[in-house]
């Protein structure tokens, strides 16, 4: 079946620095999502890109969807211990629209 | 706008005992999502439903659960007969119908219910 996969599944970072989480699909999405959750809380959509090479940018946070509609990826910029959590993607195969196939998350780790 | 509400968001049942998870999502939202997520894991779909209607439940173990969506009222996810494995975080989510010029639109997510069986 189709799969979603997140690298890397863990990441520690020292406050300042950058982190970037990819996500690959093996087949084609219609669009891909991303969410974060905090610990102990839950998904709470960030972004949806739909075009092919879009990019777009929240702040310090940086998405990308590739030219293939195949992946994407999560950049961000001098991290804060704000941004701990797990980052997630999810998307829509571009055949099925009937539910997201989701990545098992990035988990996010901040020290100050 | 009241979000997705979830209840209860914590739950204690003991071996073979019947768990209901409930859920109301954001009004005008008529697609319901049921997920499963274990500690330290990612969110695993279980069943996705419209009003009265279920869409896709690949994810739902063949036995001892079961989702519904009434016309009125909740989506229901009842596991019956719980077991120790079935102790995890059940998250639903909502979104708006598809077919009003936003499909393939976000998931809000509720709160979760987090059940353990004890």
């Known amino acids: 079946g189709q799969q979603v996969m997140q690298i890397p599944q863990y990441q520690h970072v020292q406050e300042g620095e950058d982190f970037t989480t990819y996500c690959n699909s093996s087949?084609?999405?219609?669009?891909i999502q991303w969410y974060k959750q905090r610990p102990g809380g839950h998904p709470v959509f960030l972004i949806q890109?739909?075009?092919s090479g879009e990019v777009k940018k929240q702040k310090r946070l940086t998405f990308q969807f590739g030219e293939a509609k195949k992946n994407s990826s999560l950049h961000i910029t001098a991290t804060q211990t704000t941004d701990v959590g797990t980052y997630f993607c999810?998307?829509?195969?571009?055949?099925?629209?009937?539910?997201?196939?989701w990545g098992l998350g990035t988990s996010l780790a901040v020290n100050p | 706008n009241a979000g997705v509400m979830q209840n209860p968001r914590h739950l204690v049942r003991r071996r073979g005992q019947e768990a209901r998870l409930r859920c109301s999502p954001m009004k005008g939202h008529s697609h319901v999502y049921w997920y499963r997520q274990l500690p330290e894991e990612g969110l695993k779909f279980m069943v996705y439903l419209q009003k009265e209607n279920i869409i896709d439940e690949s994810g739902m173990p063949k036995e001892r659960f079961s989702a519904e969506f009434p016309k009125e009222g909740p989506s229901i996810l009842r596991i019956q007969q719980v077991v120790r494995g079935d102790s995890a975080a059940y998250f639903c989510?909502?979104?708006?119908?598809?077919?009003?010029?936003?499909?393939?639109?976000?998931?809000?997510f509720g709160q979760g219910t987090r059940l353990t069986v004890v």
């Open positions: 087949t084609t999405l219609s669009n």
């Open positions: 890109l739909v075009k």
């Open positions: 989510a909502s979104s708006p119908m598809i077919g009003q010029g936003r499909q393939n639109t976000e998931a809000f």
């Open positions: 999810a998307g829509y195969n571009a055949g099925n629209n009937r539910k997201l196939i």
